[in-house]
């Protein structure tokens, strides 16, 4: 049964390009010591620029997308290629082997795979997440609360155990990498969304 390994395989290797840290090399800076010492696009945000940070944002989602879709197309016959191959992209992304298993949170790749399986489930979600992330006046609640739902909603919608088993672990692992949020929140030292947005104003 080669379909398991291959789409796992396949989502852990396309996970495992880093657009962040590609630009980052690019214009010779090591994101690992910069800003929030993270692989992702919300460290590009914030340290080489809005734009940049904007595009690498678009690139993961893509990789997460291209990998579900991929896997799919490529076992059409085979019913958990899609979900294997976008849990393994998530995974990819936030232990990628070349770059030490050093990545980013997964936030942005748990976007593409979401969307690649069920845009309803995407669109709901996002609304949610959305809500929840003004309510508690955190952005990294929309990625957790999206982390937190979605094997549970997808394994729901599909009646199947196995899709919410298989998505369930790369869903905590997202969780658990925003520790350092959770960690500044309780410092009071975590950027909220009415900061930002004042400061955008602010800036204009």
Not at 16 to 42: D, F, Q, S, V, Y
Not at 66 to 90: D, H
Not at 192 to 204: D, M, P, V
Request: hydrophobic letters at 55%; proline letters at 4%; one cysteine or more.
């Amino acid at each position: 049964m080669y379909e398991l390994p291959v789409s796992l395989l396949l989502g852990y290797l396309i996970g495992c390009i880093n657009p962040a840290w590609i630009l980052a090399k690019h214009k010779k800076m090591e994101l690992r010591r910069e800003g929030t010492k993270n692989l992702g696009a919300t460290n590009v945000y914030l340290t080489i620029g809005k734009l940049v940070g904007v595009f690498v944002l678009l690139l993961d989602i893509g990789k997460a997308f291209i990998a579900v879709i991929l896997a799919k197309a490529l076992f059409p016959q085979f019913a958990f290629a899609g979900v294997l191959a976008g849990a393994a992209v998530m995974l990819g992304h936030m232990f990628p082997f070349s770059l030490g298993f050093h990545g980013g949170k997964g936030s942005s790749c748990l976007a593409g795979v979401v969307i690649a399986l069920d845009i309803k489930i995407f669109l709901v979600l996002l609304l949610l997440g959305i809500a929840i992330s003004f309510l508690v006046n955190y952005p990294w609640a929309l990625p957790v609360s999206a982390a937190a739902i979605f094997p549970f909603a997808y394994g729901f919608t599909t009646q199947s155990s196995m899709n919410l088993a298989i998505l369930l672990f790369p869903c905590v692992c997202l969780i658990l990498k925003h520790m350092e949020n959770y960690r500044r929140v309780r410092e009071g030292t975590e950027p909220t969304i009415h900061g930002f947005l004042k400061r955008s104003k602010h800036e204009k």
